[in-house]
């Protein structure tokens, strides 16, 4: 009157193993769940019961104990329900228990015996497959079985053909491999962004190097526009990515989704968003949504309006491209290799550095027939700022950003107005995302080939093999240091930003220009408080000024 089924559990993005073990004795009619098992499980009991009966069982008529082993692990969901009627099955004789060695179960039941797809599985399949075990789950998650090399899979919609194909009666076929076709997904064009050709090189160098980006302008420059045309002009994940991201969606809420295989996460969450939304938690463990843009984009748009904890709490991940979540009882770890983009004003009205430049000369209407031609119309008050925000409100604004997240982001680029005419231009010569993901593929691969990993994860000895900057380069960064007080961390990031540059450029030694360049995309690296580009004069160390060129930035 004993029973054992394998299954496992779900805990953040592992599988650990679990066994049930059935005891079907005398006594009282009742079912007891034991070992540590969440509401979901112990309210399985119900669901098991009306299953077994639908389906043209008999419930046993003594007391029924369930053991969901180890007993020191949390367990939760309906992912059991199948385990676990097997089992009673088993131990009451109504099924042989050879039938169930081979396989691991996994599934909810419904009322009438239907089999409900349950969330993890992708985690819980990959450790079967390494393990050489088949797997028996419902038809609901057959597409993520699909991606999953090496698995022997089994698909069933009830608990009826479950016991048909385990007895052979109605063997079902197994679940065959998916194709290893691309997904073509339609992002956004960057072609359709008119204007701001300095943001487009700086969207550029950061998909190339995948360097984080800080957007920084007034409202309706086009931030947001450029932050979602950054996945488009990313190459196409690798197989083994595409199924990391794909582990950590499935061990999430939102669950498994096939239309989004292979293609890059894109994560916008709202700036009301809670630490744990962010970076993950909860009992058992989640991803938040910096691993839900594992291998893509985290978008955090009004970057300031984020509360300061939060924003903090990214800056570790930035670093180690994960995050280890820990609590008293346990400890889980989710990868979090993103790529940040955010998005800021440079003050709270948002205007600061606008002027209403309308030269207007004279103001007047003539009227024609039922219409009005303007001959012309204007303002006076030429150069005048919108702005009316005062410095300390401003300094107040910017306070919200701590030094240490700064100084975590490779380029801080200014967003201006888009002049109108350049709107209304029917012709837009600016290269579309299929062209400028052509560069950023064959600067990655140059990457890749000469270091085996891209230039925003470079080591400080990385840096020494790969980004060492000529005599040139070294005084103009020192020259930069001094001036504008950089960190060692800034430092470093403009070297690898200064890499990148020269990989998009095919070059094989960085020279000034590359460091120049890069050099430009830190805007907030000054008093933070200038909302327009400045020249910086550069002096060599010497008394005699260097007249040559790429001798200075501007």
């Given at each position: 009157?004993?029973?054992?089924?394998?299954?496992?559990?779900?805990?953040?993005?592992?599988?650990?193993?679990?066994?049930?073990?059935?005891?079907?004795?005398?006594?009282?009619?009742?079912?007891?769940?034991?070992?540590?098992?969440?509401?979901?499980?112990?309210?399985?009991?119900?669901?098991?019961?009306?299953?077994?009966?639908?389906?043209?069982?008999?419930?046993?008529?003594?007391?029924?104990?369930?053991?969901?082993?180890?007993?020191?692990?949390?367990?939760?969901?309906?992912?059991?329900?199948?385990?676990?009627?097997?089992?009673?099955?088993?131990?009451?004789?109504?099924?042989?228990?050879?039938?169930?060695?081979?396989?691991?179960?996994?599934?909810?039941?419904?009322?009438?015996?239907?089999?409900?797809?349950?969330?993890?599985?992708?985690?819980?399949?990959?450790?079967?497959?390494?393990?050489?075990?088949?797997?028996?789950?419902?038809?609901?998650?057959?597409?993520?079985?699909?991606?999953?090399?090496?698995?022997?899979?089994?698909?069933?919609?009830?608990?009826?053909?479950?016991?048909?194909?385990?007895?052979?009666?109605?063997?079902?076929?197994?679940?065959?491999?998916?194709?290893?076709?691309?997904?073509?997904?339609?992002?956004?064009?960057?072609?359709?962004?008119?204007?701001?050709?300095?943001?487009?090189?700086?969207?550029?160098?950061?998909?190339?190097?995948?360097?984080?980006?800080?957007?920084?302008?007034?409202?309706?420059?086009?931030?947001?526009?450029?932050?979602?045309?950054?996945?488009?002009?990313?190459?196409?994940?690798?197989?083994?990515?595409?199924?990391?991201?794909?582990?950590?969606a499935s061990a999430s809420a939102q669950g498994f989704r096939a239309e989004h295989w292979s293609s890059r996460p894109f994560r916008s969450p709202h700036h009301t968003s809670t630490t744990a939304a962010l970076v993950g938690g909860g009992s058992p463990p989640a991803p938040g949504e910096i691993s839900l843009a594992h291998h893509g984009v985290l978008f955090l748009d009004e970057l300031p309006e984020f509360e300061r904890e939060t924003l903090e709490a990214l800056r570790e991940p930035l670093e180690t491209a994960r995050i280890t979540i820990s609590r008293a009882a346990w400890q889980s770890e989710f990868p979090a290799r993103f790529q940040l983009v955010a998005a800021m004003n440079p003050c709270p009205c948002g205007y600061a550095g606008e002027g209403t430049a309308y030269a207007g000369k004279a103001s007047g209407y003539a009227a024609e027939g039922s219409g009005y031609a303007g001959k012309a119309s204007g303002y006076a008050g030429e150069g005048s700022c919108r702005c009316r925000c005062s410095r300390v409100s401003i300094e107040r604004y910017r306070a919200r950003l701590s030094g240490p997240l700064l100084d975590r982001l490779d380029l801080h680029v200014r967003v201006g107005r888009t002049d109108v005419t350049t709107l209304f231009n029917a012709r837009n010569l600016s290269d579309s995302s299929a062209v400028v993901r052509l560069r950023v593929a064959r600067a990655r691969t140059r990457q890749l080939e000469r270091q085996g990993a891209l230039n925003s994860a470079l080591t400080s000895s990385d840096l020494e093999r790969y980004a060492h900057p000529d005599r040139e380069s070294c005084d103009l960064l020192s020259f930069t240091a001094h001036r504008f007080n950089l960190s060692a961390r800034a430092y470093g990031r403009i070297l690898r930003v200064a890499r990148t540059i020269a990989d998009l450029a095919a070059a094989d030694a960085m020279t000034v220009h590359h460091v120049s360049e890069a050099l430009l995309f830190r805007a907030l690296d000054d008093d933070g408080l200038d909302t327009q580009p400045r020249a910086v004069p550069y002096a060599q160390p010497s008394e005699e000024r260097d007249e040559r060129p790429g001798s200075g930035f501007h």
């Open positions: 009157m004993l029973a054992t089924v394998l299954s496992r559990a779900a805990f953040g993005m592992k599988a650990p193993p679990v066994t049930i073990d059935v005891h079907v004795g005398p006594g009282l009619p009742a079912l007891t769940v034991v070992g540590l098992a969440e509401a979901a499980v112990r309210e399985s009991k119900d669901r098991v019961r009306s299953a077994l009966t639908t389906t043209g069982f008999q419930w046993p008529p003594g007391r029924v104990t369930v053991n969901l082993s180890p007993a020191d692990l949390p367990k939760d969901g309906g992912r059991f329900d199948l385990p676990i009627a097997l089992a009673i099955l088993a131990a009451t004789c109504q099924l042989e228990s050879r039938f169930l060695m081979p396989y691991e179960f996994y599934g909810e039941l419904s009322l009438g015996g239907e089999l409900r797809p349950v969330r993890g599985m992708l985690a819980s399949l990959c450790q079967a497959a390494l393990e050489h075990h088949r797997v028996l789950l419902p038809r609901g998650n057959a597409t993520e079985a699909e991606r999953v090399e090496s698995a022997r899979v089994v698909a069933a919609a009830n608990l009826a053909e479950v016991i048909h194909h385990l007895t052979g009666e109605r063997p079902l076929p197994e679940v065959p491999r998916a194709s290893a076709e691309v997904n073509d997904v339609a992002y956004p064009d960057l072609a359709e962004v008119r204007g701001q050709p300095q943001a487009r090189r700086a969207l550029e160098i950061a998909a190339a190097g995948a360097h984080s980006l800080l957007l920084i302008g007034p409202p309706g420059a086009g931030k947001s526009m450029l932050a979602h045309r950054l996945p488009g002009i990313l190459p196409p994940l690798s197989s083994a990515e595409a199924l990391e991201s794909a582990l950590i």
